[in-house]
């Protein structure tokens, strides 16, 4: 969502919070003097937040464009469908809420009620401390949800890499010279070749020389990559090598693991963001920078939270 600065003209008379979960939301609303004129639970789901919106309503007597509605997130179908009813919805960092909360109470302890009165109340006394929110624009919306599945991707590449690490350091652990990013093309494609020491140890120099060249390994020489491979491990066994190796493969190959269409997904993602940052330049009549892929993540954390 959008955040906009706060107008001088804008009158909020009425005050809700809403401690949201996945299951139902506690929602609080608070009078312009303080008093808490209701308290209701609604559950998650399109009839569940149409029924808040109509409650809030029906309550107050009031449009939505004079309710205020503060909420621990800055997006989700909870914030779009009080946006999309004309509310005026505020975000706030949860931390920031544990600070208000101290002036109703010191203990810990986890309580829906108290939190949507807090946050209700605390918009009505503090409202330069929330964010408003807006709808964002299309492009936008499109744009940060390409950027979020990339970088999910991104964590999931990293977890199956790390796991190839602790298999392979087990068992092949001179392999691990050749490269920093496991999870690289060309090194899963060199483990697929010569996946122990001694399939590595069969292997043609010419073979080597081929594979190098297809990939543009200039770091490494054939001789060498052949050389390291090969190398025998002192504390290597017949049952570790093919327990770890089959791990290995498992990570590689199997489908509800496997790290090759993680990278590929990752890819596409990355591919997409820079298309809808030049979208949205287009759209605002701005001169796209030369074409950098990973300038598009940095120029959505700022128009994203």
């Not at 989700?76 to 920031?96: D, H, S, T, W």
Request: hydrophobic share 35%; net charge neutral.
């Amino acid at each position: 969502m959008r955040e906009e600065g706060l107008s001088m003209a804008e009158e909020i008379e009425w005050f809700v919070g809403i401690d949201w979960a996945s299951q139902s939301h506690q929602v609080c609303l608070v009078d312009a003097h303080g008093e808490c004129l209701g308290e209701r639970a609604f559950a998650h789901g399109g009839p569940g937040i149409e029924e808040l919106c109509d409650w809030l309503i029906a309550r107050t007597g009031a449009t939505p464009e004079v309710i205020g509605v503060a909420i621990e997130m800055t997006q989700g179908p909870v914030v779009e469908a009080l946006l999309e009813r004309g509310f005026c919805v505020y975000g706030i960092n949860p931390k920031q809420l544990d600070r208000f909360r101290d002036r109703f109470t010191v203990a810990g302890a986890k309580d829906d009620r108290r939190d949507a009165h807090v946050l209700g109340d605390s918009l009505r006394t503090d409202r330069h401390a929330f964010r408003r929110l807006s709808n964002d624009e299309p492009v936008i919306v499109k744009l940060r949800e390409w950027s979020r599945m990339a970088d999910d991707l991104q964590q999931e590449r990293a977890r199956l890499a790390s796991r190839m690490r602790e298999q392979l350091w087990r068992y092949y652990p001179q392999m691990l010279e050749l490269a920093d990013d496991l999870a690289a093309d060309w090194f899963l494609d060199l483990w697929n070749q010569a996946p122990t020491p001694a399939k590595a140890a069969r292997l043609r120099q010419t073979t080597i020389e081929r594979f190098v060249k297809a990939h543009r390994l200039r770091r490494w020489p054939a001789p060498e990559v052949l050389h390291i491979l090969s190398r025998q491990s002192r504390n290597q066994t017949g049952g570790r090598r093919q327990n770890s190796s089959s791990a290995v493969r498992a990570i590689l190959d199997d489908p509800p693991i496997h790290i090759r269409p993680v990278c590929s997904r990752k890819r596409g993602c990355e591919g997409q963001e820079p298309c809808g940052f030049n979208a949205f330049q287009h759209a605002h009549g701005c001169t796209p920078p030369p074409p950098r892929p990973q300038d598009s993540s940095h120029v959505l954390s700022r128009v994203s939270s």
